[in-house]
Antibody, heavy 117, light 111 residues
Framework: QVQLVESGGGLVRPGGSLRLSCAAS????????MSWIRQAPGKGLEWVSY????????KYGESVKGRFTISRDNAKNSLHLQMNSLRAEDTAVYYC??????????WGQGTLVSVSS | QPLLTQSSSASASLGSSVRLTCTLS???????IAWHQQQPGQAPRYLMK???????NKGSGVPDRFSGSSSGADRYLTISNLQSADEAVYYC?????????FGGGTKLTVL
């Protein structure tokens, strides 16, 4: 079955960087759009970024544009999110998600990113 | 860019039925949406996709008690024979050319 396993979360100081990874299995990774979605403590879901099959088409939410970079390695079935210039408001659980016909159909278990001094 | 509006809360009794609503903003009434369930302390789970025609397509393992429908700009999630495990936050989601969009979520309480 489809499995999405995130890693790389942790505590980081404001202005710092963190790289999240998502290991995918149970489906042909290169055939699907992938996305990062986050959820601040006690809040709703916020889309962060998506990447197309080959990585040629990428979009970011306004709140992370210019600071975060999404990438994928189809040979290793992995998705990444490089997060720079982190702010307190970036504190959230970050979910890796698989999209099918442009809706999210699978979610990872999430990884917690805490930005605090 | 479409906006999705959901009531913040809903409640219904054990064994009864409840219908949750997700409303698409003006000009986007034909959009497909998806419903996701987030139980306390868990990651979200995909439930189904609902089209403007009212047809819906459920994810693997989603019980028959869950169904979808549509009317104009409204997309519905109906849960019948409510169980305590259905107590959760339910989010709707859609996509436009540049972005994914989520509704604010409806917290369902099973009485």
């Amino acid at each position: 079955q489809v499995q999405l396993v995130e890693s790389g979360g942790g505590l980081v100081r404001p202005g710092g960087s963190l790289r999240l990874s998502c290991a995918a299995s149970g489906f042909t990774f290169r055939d699907y759009y992938m996305s990062w979605i986050r959820q601040a403590p006690g809040k709703g879901l916020e889309w962060v970024s998506y990447i197309s099959l080959s990585g040629s088409h990428i979009k970011y939410g306004e709140s992370v544009k210019g600071r975060f970079t999404i990438s994928r390695d189809n040979a290793k079935n992995s998705l990444h999110l490089q997060m720079n210039s982190l702010r307190a408001e970036d504190t959230a659980v970050y979910y890796c998600a698989r999209a099918e016909s442009m809706v999210v159909v699978n979610w990872g278990q999430g990884t917690l990113v805490s930005v605090s001094s | 860019q479409p906006l999705l509006t959901q009531s913040s809360s809903a409640s219904a009794s054990l064994g009864s039925s409840v219908r949750l609503t997700c409303t698409l903003s003006s000009g986007h009434s034909n959009y497909i949406i998806a419903w996701h369930q987030q139980q306390p302390g868990q990651a979200p789970r995909y439930l189904m996709k609902v089209e403007g025609s009212g047809s819906y397509n459920k994810g693997s393992g989603v019980p028959d008690r869950f169904s979808g429908s549509s009317s104009g700009a409204d997309r519905y999630l109906t849960i019948s024979n409510l169980q305590s495990a259905d107590e959760a936050v339910y989010y709707c989601e859609t996509w436009d050319s540049n972005t994914w969009v989520f509704g604010g979520g409806t917290k369902l309480t099973v009485l």
